[in-house]
């Protein structure tokens, strides 16, 4: 059976600087794989390649065995993308963009957006401009669509910036649930994962020279 997804000799390079080259790996249901590595190493770079959103990179990857440059649609309709900025609209409610997002791929009920709120701490906040809400808040908003994702793949581009103690430890679960449900984690993070978990795989990028 084809993992979800194959890399095969990855490589980029930006501004006549090699940022990673020769990358193979596969990812599996149930594997988490998180990109390590110092600012500026080309883990968002290397994310972006990996979603489809950037095409200016070496090698190939494939979706369930098709190149996702051949089929996007069907590699679009699995994954979840979440950024490194928030992507929140500020002048939206929590429940408005929530409800966006996730009408986006899926029809949800104004009672599940609303449970998934909760399950972030956002209870009292839903309907609330996100202008008004701390970092953490918005942040929260944006993980909140995990609660309600059907995708299999997830892409998480440093999920845990801002987040409290008690958020980090509630996310980190969440990831470790999806991955044992069959699903499939690639994220970056610069914080130590306290998860324990069996298929949790690193790849480091190179060191800058300061
Ligand atoms: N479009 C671009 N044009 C030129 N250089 C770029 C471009 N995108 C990224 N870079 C450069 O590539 C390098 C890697 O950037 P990237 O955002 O992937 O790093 P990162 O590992 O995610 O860093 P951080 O930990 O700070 O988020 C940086 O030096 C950046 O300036």
């Not at 990812?27 to 959103?53: F, V, Y």
């Amino acid at each position: 059976m084809n993992p979800f997804l194959q890399v095969r000799q990855l490589g980029c390079e930006r501004d006549e600087r090699v940022l990673f080259s020769a990358l193979d790996f596969d990812l599996s249901a149930g594997d988490i794989l998180q990109i390590e590595g110092p600012n500026g190493s080309g883990k968002t770079t290397m994310l972006r390649a990996l979603c489809g959103l950037s095409a200016d990179f070496e090698g190939e990857i494939s979706w369930r065995g098709t190149s996702i440059k051949d089929d996007r649609e069907s590699y679009f309709s699995e994954l979840l993308y979440a950024g490194h900025s928030v992507g929140v609209k500020a002048q939206l409610t929590p429940q408005e963009n929530l409800a966006w997002y996730c009408g986006l791929h899926v029809s949800v009920t104004d009672e599940e957006v609303n449970e998934a709120l909760e399950k972030v701490g956002l209870f009292g906040f839903e309907d609330v401009p996100c202008h008004s809400l701390s970092a953490g808040q918005q942040r929260r908003v944006a993980l909140a669509r995990l609660h309600l994702a059907r995708q299999p793949l997830w892409i998480l581009d440093e999920p845990f910036t801002a987040i409290d103690k008690a958020g980090v430890a509630a996310l980190e679960q969440l990831l470790v649930r999806h991955a044992e449900k069959g699903g499939a984690i690639i994220l970056t993070t610069h914080h130590d994962l306290a998860m324990v978990y069996p298929d949790l795989r690193r790849i480091s990028l190179a060191t800058r020279e300061q």
